[in-house]
């Protein structure tokens, strides 16, 4: 065996390994109890792939590689160590900086290897480039739409989703031409150009209600490019890891979608605010009965199970940690207290868990809608804290409703709901809640973390 | 060139049925660290980039080179970290048993 063929042979079991070890992480992930071994097993596949690579006999400088390597990990830090209320976005960002890894890579490789691209090569190759450039320039949309640098709102115009088409058409077809015509490598740099404009245009008439599915979606598409670029490469580590993570997207976007009771056509094409322009002005004064903290406090006091149902508008009053307060204070008083979690509720899969679970409130608390909602009808106080739609019963009663048809949590149920709000605005959808106006809810206006703060002095707790 | 393609198309169909399979057993409270995580797996990518770099072919490649490893890097670095920080503060209420 020459020191060539040595070389190669160790580079592809330590691939091999490195492939397991990734599986394994990701089934570990299935339990919180084994979740972190997950972690250790992917570092360490990941630190075992890149050692390998070194090996590589093609590379004749490690300077760039090793300045580059810096760099990047020096960049990683901080992006590994922002806020729990930043995840949503940071994920979005690193999306974006995953894409663009592929994408540039994809190019690079095109312009070594053209005009001698096979056609199966060559459609792989479009096919990296076109996921990666479009789940680049979307994340980037998306992670600007939760930073709140860009407008939250769904911005769209008439004949959308015409243009998106087009554009689509666009690449693909010209992908399709330097496929049988690899020699016109002038159709590349439009295939890129193409694709990171329908990125953008594909991710503005999104609004920030549907930004777990976005998120997940972009997760998946992130990963089939990286799929594809080890079709490129001929890399089945990279192969595996995009397949990995390609399918990971996609049962989230399903699971998503079908919590928002959408299909994908409608959230990539349906921009959810202008199904109902009427409903923002239909502001007409129906009676509410509203409640003070105190009052709120003797309420809770006296009840025997509460459930509180966080939303967005927790995350965005920072107001976990005085939900914790609440927790504590309530528990010992003897009340039994869960949280219950709706598969969108927040800004991407999973956001109110990492959130309660930073305020250090116990994730066996914390219960899906599916199997809490049965647990309503016996509860005698629900709390919602910013969250609306996902507890709006319109969704279960009226057809005419954008949101008939979604599962929501049956707050409605309860012996008591309580709803801590700013005020009566419609929720982001722009829906009105008729869960407002029932004679046993009673409306907490105010700060969700200085009401909470409130209710936890009255009740002689707190810090 | 054939047989590669081949293989490569089986290793992509079982790697993601493996996909299907594993994380559907996910729990739901996990989604976010979960993303995070795969997100940093995901920049196994570096791997190509390093020897885009590495082989030092056109200056083109290998700019472009050196900023997909910038790019895959961070995701490497950040997305453990943070999938790390995440699981950390999920504790159970309950000693060990269900």
Known sequence: MTEFAASQTAIEVIYLIASALFILSLK????PTTA??????GEIGMVLAIAGTLLHHGIVDYKWIVIALVLGSGIGVPLGMVQMTAVPQRTALSHAFGALCVTLVG???????????PKFMMSVLSMEVILGGLTFTGSLM????????LPQRPITYKGQNLVNLLLFLVAVGSAVYLVLHPEAKQFFPLIVGVSLIFGVLLVIPIGGADMPTVISLLNSYAGLSAAAMGFVLNNKLLIIAGALDGSSGLILSVIMSKAMNRSFTNVLFGAFGQVQPAAAGGAEAKPVRSATPEEAAAILAAANKVVIVPGYGMAVAQAQHKVRELYD??????VEVRFAIHPVAGRMPGHMNVLLAEADIPYDRLIEMDEING?????DVALVIGANDVTNPAARTDQSSPIFGMPILDVDKAHTVMVIKRGMSPGFAGIDNPLYYFDRTLML??????????????????? | MGSNLIDALFVFMLAAFIGFEVIRHVSPLLHTPLMSLTNALDAIAVVGAIVLVGEKKSTFATVLGVIAIVA????????????DRMLKMFKTSRPVKK
């Open chain 1, 107 to 117: 190019t690079a490789e095109f312009y070594l290897r053209t005009p001698n691209v």
């Open chain 1, 36 to 41: 972190r071994h997950g972690i250790w097993a």
């Open chain 2, 72 to 83: 895959a890097t961070s995701n490497v670095v950040g997305g453990f970290l943070i999938t």
């Open chain 1, 329 to 334: 204070v309530l528990t010992k008083k003897g």
């Open chain 1, 445 to 463: 206006f105010g700060d969700a973390k200085q009401f909470v703060g409130a209710i936890v002095r009255e009740l002689g707790g707190g810090h």
């Open chain 1, 375 to 379: 647990d309503f009808p016996q509860t």
């Open chain 1, 142 to 149: 998306a992670a600007g739409k939760l930073q709140e640098i």
């Open chain 1, 28 to 31: 570990w992930m299935s339990s």
